[in-house]
Structures are given as C-alpha cells and as structure tokens.
C-alpha cells in the first residue's frame, strides 16, 4: 500500500508564496506525480502534474505561478506556488500514479490526505 503524505499549506495573503510537498512511503515505477485542488462545492481540478521524464503539464489559471518539481531520491514532489490569489483557496491533493513494483505491469492511483491553503485578500 501507498502512503501520500502532504504538508507546506497554510494562510497566506495575496501575493504571498507557499510550497507543497507531498513524500511517498515506498518508491514508484514508471510513476506520473500529480497536485490537484477542491474548494468548497467544487469539483476536484488538476493543477500540475509531472512524469518521469520530466515534462511538465499545468492548469491554465496558475501557469506562470506555479511550479511542480519531484525529487526521485526522496520519493517526493513539490508544489511552488507564488502570487498565490484568493482563487487559489481550496483543499490539496498528491496524486501519483504508477507501478508499485518493477515486474508489474498494473498501473494504479493513489491520493494524499489533502492540505488546506487560504489565501487572504
């Protein structure tokens, strides 16, 4: 079983920064690391995501703000987030996605707990 544990979310005003890390119990193949984001009677909504080989994908309304990066070694991944806005509030989910297990070929999803992040106007 994978465990996501995230941390780094808090209060902030606008304009402000916070980075999210969110560290996996057990290393992952093949593994594609996630942030996703739900404010109140929201549907959860993809923020960045970034695979194995790096490359990067982002939600158009935080693109030039944010920033995810992974550290392998660590089996953790970041969420840099800068000129954070009200909009920005809402509950944040790791996601990751992969092979627990070099010599299978099942691929499956596994999500965190969530940090809340408040941004102040």
């Known amino acids: 079983q994978v465990q996501l544990v995230e941390s780094g979310g808090g209060l902030v005003q606008a304009g402000g920064s916070l980075r999210l890390s969110c560290v996996r119990s057990i290393r992952m193949f093949s593994v594609t690391l996630g942030w996703y984001r739900q404010a109140p009677g929201q549907q959860r909504e993809l923020v960045a995501a970034?695979?194995?080989?790096?490359?990067?994908n982002y939600a158009d309304s935080v693109k030039g703000r944010f920033a995810i990066s992974r550290d392998d070694i660590k089996n953790t991944v970041y969420l840099q987030m800068n000129s954070l806005k009200p909009d920005d509030t809402a509950v944040y989910f790791c996601?990751?996605?992969?092979?627990?297990?070099?010599?299978?070929?099942?691929?499956?999803?596994?999500w965190g707990q969530g940090t809340q992040v408040t941004v102040s106007s």
């Open positions: 996601n990751a996605e992969g092979r627990i297990s070099a010599l299978s070929t099942a691929s499956r999803s596994y």
């Open positions: 970034i695979t194995g080989a790096g490359n990067t």
